[in-house]
């Protein structure tokens, strides 16, 4: 079963926004960093940002930073990553994932959700 | 910035064969830091080693992982046709928690 789930992908011009979400149960959830990666058609895992488990915490890879932002709903038990100034390159399958600190590693994905940016 | 590079790009292997494949840091990583995941088509990656050694829960016993200074390793003693998956290394050591590029095991 999915454990995270994930919703707000779709099709898009360059330039504009769109909003990913990533819901799961409070004891899936809670008190745990949420990491998001892409992976670019036929290419390889790309790691995206991160939120730490209190929303205190914010990382983003250079390919992003300034234009995505990651914040969390804790009373929802849901991640978000809003996308800004949408490039073709952004173009991919965006993932979810659990970050655990045993085993130290992303222990739980999200199903994904596609995002295609185009004119 | 760590960068992790894999070896080789594919490997194309028969039944029973071992399988042995590299990820490489740009420079140390304590073992702690570091994770294999197993990557089929159409699904989201699943995790495989973490601590470069420790199997995973539901990881079968043919695989395992091992270090040598900033050389990590994921062998498969006798690869099954199930294996066939693209295989990333990970690192944790710190911000961007990047991938290698991945292995293509056939």
């Known amino acids: 079963q999915v454990q995270l789930e994930q919703s707000g992908g779709g099709v898009t011009q360059p330039g504009k926004s769109l909003r990913l979400s990533c819901s799961g149960s409070?004891?899936?959830?809670?008190?745990?960093?949420i990491h998001w990666v892409r992976q670019g058609p036929g290419k390889g895992l790309e790691w995206v940002a991160l939120?730490?488990?209190?929303?205190?915490?914010?990382n983003y890879a250079d390919s992003v930073k300034g234009r995505f932002t990651v914040s969390r709903d804790t009373s929802r038990n849901t991640a978000f990553l809003q996308m800004d100034s949408l490039r073709v390159e952004d173009t991919a399958m965006y993932y979810c994932?659990?970050?655990?600190?045993?085993?130290?590693?992303?222990?739980?994905w999200g199903q994904g959700t596609p995002v295609t940016v185009s004119s | 910035e760590i960068v992790l590079t894999q070896s080789p790009d594919t490997l194309s292997l028969s039944p029973g064969e071992r399988a042995t494949l590299s990820c490489r840091a740009s420079?140390?990583?304590?073992?702690?830091?570091l994770v294999w995941y197993q990557q089929k088509p159409g699904q989201a990656p699943r995790l495989l080693i973490y601590?470069?050694?420790r199997r995973a829960t539901g990881t079968p016993e043919r695989f395992s992982g091992s270090v040598s200074e900033t050389d990590f390793t994921l062998t498969i003693s006798r690869v099954e046709p199930e294996d066939s998956a693209v295989y990333y290394c990970?690192?944790?050591?710190?911000?961007?928690?990047?991938f290698g590029q991945g292995t293509r095991l056939e």
């Open positions: 990970q690192q944790f050591a710190g911000s961007p928690f990047d």
């Open positions: 420079q140390t990583v304590s073992s702690a830091y």
């Open positions: 409070k004891i899936i959830f809670s008190g745990h960093g």
């Open positions: 601590g470069a050694s």
């Open positions: 994932a659990r970050y655990e600190g045993t085993p130290r590693a992303f222990d739980i």
């Open positions: 939120i730490g488990h209190d929303g205190s915490q914010k």
